[in-house]
């Protein structure tokens, strides 16, 4: 399979401050990213989207940014709360027809 | 919100046992997948659909199987049960691409099964 991987693992930030969760995709191919955000004992949740003819697109309090040069996407939560505490997943896609490939998730966790 | 139900949440049995997983989604969604997932890794794809009476395998080799009769029923289903087995697994739906487009459009999940085969 393709590999998306994310460049940490864990991250912790205080309430009120801003996340940047990464995320590296290997295949050039790929045209359409998601990310999603899984809470415990739930299943993952759509959070945005991006076709690889944008390089951002924004929210309700998130944006996402597509460099397809380096091949790398990122998701920014502003003014993070605890009800952000989950793991976060980016997936790729070749287009109709293809497969979504998903990377090892990022845990992020709100400090009050 | 997606409505995409999984059926048990939870289920513990004995090794050798058969089981099915359900599926049902109320979108119309033509295309269907079964995800597995171990704790706090990434999602592997083991059967998709894309319609009824269509079912593929996935990357992730696995020793279950599905079926489609229904365009809103997706179920999978272990033979006999082994330890291995034991993993969550995640159903997904996903609606039409957007017309004359190659793009696709976003899984929608269940909140899975936790499947432990003792």
């Known amino acids: 399979g393709e590999s998306v991987g994310l460049h940490l693992p864990t991250l912790s930030v205080q309430e009120g401050d801003n996340s940047i969760i990464n995320c590296a995709y290997s295949?050039?191919?790929?045209?359409?990213f998601i990310w999603y955000k899984q809470e415990s004992g739930k299943g993952p949740q759509f959070i945005i989207d991006?076709?690889?003819?944008?390089d951002k697109r924004q929210g309700q309090r998130v944006t996402v940014l597509l460099n397809k040069t380096v091949k790398h996407l990122s998701l920014q939560i502003a003014a993070t709360q605890p009800g952000d505490s989950a793991v976060y997943f980016c997936a790729e896609n070749m287009g109709e027809g293809h497969q979504f490939y998903f990377g090892t998730g990022t845990s992020l966790t709100v400090i009050p | 919100e997606a409505d995409i139900y999984q059926t048990p949440r939870y289920l513990v049995i004995g090794t050798g046992k058969k089981i099915t997983l359900e599926c049902s989604q109320t979108m119309g969604h033509d295309k269907m997948y079964w995800y597995q997932q171990d704790p706090g890794m990434e999602l592997h794809l083991i059967h998709y659909s894309y319609g009824v009476n269509s079912t593929e395998k996935g990357d992730l080799s696995s020793e279950s199987t599905v079926s489609r009769i229904r365009t809103e029923h997706f179920p999978l289903t272990l033979e006999s049960a082994r330890p291995s087995h034991t993993s969550q697994y995640l159903c997904?739906?996903?609606?039409?691409?957007?017309?004359?487009?190659?793009?696709?459009?976003?899984?929608?999940f269940g909140n899975g099964t936790r499947l432990t085969v003792t």
């Open positions: 997904a739906s996903s609606g039409p691409g957007q017309a004359q487009s190659s793009y696709n459009s976003p899984l929608h």
């Open positions: 991006i076709r690889s003819n944008m």
């Open positions: 295949n050039s191919a790929s045209d359409y």
